[in-house]
């Protein structure tokens, strides 16, 4: 009874998600012969102003890109 859960940034069409949803379904049954019905996919959006890397958050990496494209 495979539990997936997946933290990824806020951003992505439903339509992205849903297949996201659907590879992992997949890799499950590939990889480990899990039954679908019993698979559980969780996706956690976290928003840009919550998700960092190197003491820099998402929001202030694309606020920096933004800066120097304007440039």
């Known amino acids: ?11 992505r ?4 998600l849903r297949s996201l949803i659907s590879a992992l379904h ?3 049954e590939e990889t480990v012969g899990a039954v ?3 698979t559980t ?14 003491d820099q958050t998402i929001a ?4 920096a890109a ?3 494209r304007s440039q």
């Open 26 to 28: 997949r890799a499950a």
């Open 13 to 16: 069409s439903p339509e992205q």
């Open 41 to 54: 996919v969780i996706i956690r959006e976290i928003e840009h102003e919550h998700w960092s890397r190197g």
């Open 1 to 11: 009874m495979p539990l997936i859960e997946v933290s990824i940034a806020r951003g």
């Open 66 to 68: 933004a800066e120097r």
């Open 36 to 38: 679908p019905e019993n």
């Open 60 to 63: 202030e990496r694309n606020a």
